[in-house]
């Protein structure tokens, strides 16, 4: 199917729901992959050659990673919006199978920190924002159920690829892991080929008078701050979360860990939480998904963030597995409806042809969360003697005050478009702000 054969396509073409299928397919392999990093953190911090790295250390692979993703989605889509999302998305891929692979050679702990950290945030930022944007560049009508679908590759990447890793991480060095871990972000290269918009990008020149305007316009509209300040919140929990599920399930029974009297739990076990995690994660996706499009997603945003707080809160009361992975499958199914409502929020709010720039602008978000998640709560364990009721305390409030946020400040801001981004945005803006002045 050739570029003009789509251009004429109508909003809500059915190629829309294969679009989102491609970008479930590289948000599977990609994020799959990357969920498994801390699977391997005990491993390396044991590893002499690197120095033998404190946890918080090697932390910092992931959390560098995280915070710098959302920064460069910016850049990715500005990106996307001059060139399409089938090269972003084919380098996703690329950058990241090569993190794995080159972290796999360090001779010490800066060095693992950087030849992952950086070949990742890269791979994760040519994946979110494009992804977003080229969903939403096909779908109006059903945009929630097709960002549930796209977004939902996070969660079965995870159900999927984590529990092999945990198999990798009890079985061989970390280092080969290292590199066969890199062999699963590449699942999405084949698919990212039949990927693009709707209509073909235009050439522009870099940072345009009209895109300068839109961000411009952007940067002043309360709608865009409160999404953000939302992401903030969120991101530090799901980042969080991430970091902090396998460490969690292995300590039960570990000696001299804070969890040292209950039943042991492998690392391999322990890694079968993020399959309930991911398995509910996908179905979330696709059902409050729907649920967002038939109802507000504003609503949607923030009973999911109450859930996954109020869960949070309970979850270091477990004792035994089932009870863990009871946990985990709440947990992953309430972070769906809000991965899934998020960008749509984003893309109904400054929909057109600079769709994937606002997305990008607002998934930056997830750079304060990312950066500051897991060794924030990696120390708070530390300072309580080992014990993670604090650090769930701490994701439990964060997450609850992101839907507060979303659902309170959001009123009358979140659910109507603030702008077309395909005009000039200034007076619109005006326009819109001045009818929620007087309402």
């Not at 839109?214 to 929990?237: E, K, N, Y």
Request: aromatic residues 12%; glycine residues 10%.
């Amino acid at each position: 199917m050739d570029d003009s054969a789509r251009r004429v396509k109508p909003k809500d073409h059915w190629f829309g729901i294969v679009v989102a299928v491609i970008i479930f397919l590289c948000q599977f392999g990609i994020y799959g992959s990357t969920n498994s990093y801390s699977l391997f953190a005990h491993q390396i911090s044991e590893d002499e050659s690197l120095g033998k790295p404190s946890s918080t250390e090697v932390s910092f692979g992931n959390s560098i990673g995280n915070g710098l993703a959302p920064v460069m989605a910016i850049v990715a889509g500005a990106l996307c919006d001059r060139v399409g999302p089938r090269v972003v998305l084919i380098t996703a891929c690329v950058l990241t199978s090569a993190g794995w692979l080159l972290s796999s050679f360090a001779e010490n702990t800066i060095t693992l920190i950087l030849s992952y950290s950086l070949p990742v945030c890269l791979g994760s930022a040519c994946l979110s924002t494009p992804g977003g944007a080229a969903v939403s560049s096909w779908l109006d009508k059903r945009l929630s159920l097709g960002m549930g679908i796209a977004y939902s590759g996070n969660g079965a990447g995870s159900s999927v690829i984590v529990p092999i890793a945990g198999v990798l991480a009890s079985n061989l060095q970390w280092r080969t892991s290292f590199r066969i871990m890199a062999l699963f972000p590449t699942i999405g290269l084949v698919a990212a080929l039949f990927l693009s918009f709707r209509t073909a990008p235009e050439p522009r020149k870099p940072l345009s008078p009209q895109e300068r305007r839109f961000l411009a316009a952007l940067l002043s509209s309360r709608a865009f701050w409160i999404l953000w300040t939302s992401g903030v919140l969120f991101s530090f929990t799901f980042f969080a979360v991430l970091y902090i599920i396998v460490p969690f399930g292995s300590s039960y029974g570990e000696p001299g860990t804070f969890y040292a009297q209950y039943s042991r739990i492998e690392v391999s076990k322990a890694a079968t939480l993020f399959t309930f995690f991911g398995v509910f994660k996908w179905v979330g996706s696709l059902t409050l998904g729907t649920l967002a499009h038939r109802t507000e997603p504003r609503l949607v945003f923030g009973s999911c963030a109450g859930l996954v707080g109020l869960t949070l809160s309970l979850w270091p009361l477990s004792t035994v597995y089932y009870q863990l992975a009871i946990g985990a499958s709440v947990v992953g199914f309430g972070f769906a409806g809000m991965f899934a409502t998020l960008p749509a929020m984003t893309a109904k709010c400054f929909a057109g042809k600079f769709a994937g720039l606002a997305i990008g602008a607002t998934m930056s978000s997830f750079a304060v969360g990312g950066f500051s998640g897991p060794p924030v709560i990696l120390a708070i364990k530390a300072a309580s003697a080992g014990s993670l009721t604090g650090s769930f305390g701490a994701m439990g409030l964060a997450v609850v005050s992101s839907g507060a946020v979303c659902f309170v400040c959001g009123n009358g801001y979140l659910g109507h478009q603030r702008f077309a981004s395909d005009a000039d945005p200034e007076p619109l803006v005006e326009a819109s702000e001045s009818v929620n002045s007087n309402a």
